[in-house]
């Protein structure tokens, strides 16, 4: 066991499943939770305390699909919140974050209600990414800022730019684009970006960290403090991670070297886009069979591949 624990480092890594609940998902710790929040709204807003809900919603009808959140929040305003950790690129990740934000919105409003009382709490998405969430371009357009690892999004008037719905937003961090080092530490918010990265290879609280927003942190989160079916839980949950990270890997790289065959034979624009379409899709597919072979989580399997739960099943 001690092998196995100095095998995982000191601390629990959490940009891991189990991690990021084993951190955030706890009633016991939730004040975890709240700074980090609070360090993303950045005096926007103040969220005084958390009430953990179910993270499983099921469609109103039978052929809707079923959601599965990883965190799922009430603040002390009444405020609604959805946080995701997302390891794997997923093409269609702002889809997803629109679509949970609607199913919970469409929740809000009893069915039946009569009049025209349309109040609705705040809604706010939290997505936090381990890609770039634009590394294709898909947006076309070129997002100069001084954060570019930080989408701070809300409904607005695109000609005014002023805010047109204060009460659905959606807040993204791409992990890959944060590279402060510590003394490019400004904000509270980049303290936790660098400990979210950096954790899982510390010894040690640095001193260039907040002790009292981060101590609890460390305290809690060193692995020879784990019970055995705590760190049964960690070392699935990474290696999980590290399988995806290695599938997804090669996928992409297979389907980068089939969509240029694909290019060279129906044109170079047009056949390289369909041919890596084409690969990334298949890949995905024998990506999803082997995790499911694996004895993998459906929902899990969806949300790291990009294929719709009803497409996995039938693998």
């Known amino acids: ?177 944060f590279n402060k080092q510590p003394e490019e530490l400004k904000t509270v918010m980049d303290q936790w970006l660098y400990l979210l990265k950096h954790l899982s290879t510390m010894d040690r609280l640095p001193t260039f960290l907040d002790k009292r927003i981060f101590g609890l942190i460390f305290e809690i989160g060193e692995i020879g403090k784990l019970t055995e079916e705590e760190l049964m839980s960690y070392e699935a949950s990474l290696k999980h991670k590290r399988d995806a990270e290695s599938v997804f890997n090669s996928a992409k790289k297979s389907g980068e070297a089939l969509g240029h065959a694909k290019g060279l034979e129906e044109g170079l624009a047009e056949g390289k886009a369909k041919g890596l379409a084409e690969g990334e899709r298949k890949k995905a597919l024998e990506t999803a069979k082997a995790f499911k072979e694996m004895g993998l989580p459906i929902a899990d399997i969806a949300k790291g591949t990009g294929l719709s739960v009803e497409e996995v099943e039938k693998l």
């Open 1 to 177: 066991m001690a092998r196995s624990k100095k095998h995982l480092g000191r601390y629990v890594d959490p940009r891991t499943d189990f991690g990021w609940k084993f951190y955030f998902g706890r009633e016991d710790n939730k004040i975890l939770l709240i700074e980090f929040l609070n360090s993303l709204f950045h005096g926007e807003k103040i969220i005084s305390d958390l009430r953990y809900k179910p993270v499983e919603h099921d469609g109103d009808y039978e052929e809707m699909r079923r959601v599965v959140f990883d965190l799922h929040c009430i603040g002390s305003d009444g405020e609604v919140f959805i946080i995701e950790m997302q390891q794997l690129f997923q093409e269609f990740f702002k889809d997803r974050a629109v679509y949970y934000t609607s199913r919970l919105i469409n929740k809000q409003l009893a069915r039946g209600k009569k009049g025209s009382d349309y109040y609705l709490p705040e809604v706010c998405f939290i997505g936090i990414l381990e890609f770039d969430m634009d590394r294709n371009g898909s947006t076309g357009i070129s997002r100069v800022t001084e954060r570019p690892y930080f989408y701070d999004v809300a409904l607005c008037d695109k000609l005014t730019k002023e805010i047109f719905y204060d009460k659905l937003g959606y807040k993204m961090i791409s992990l890959p684009l």
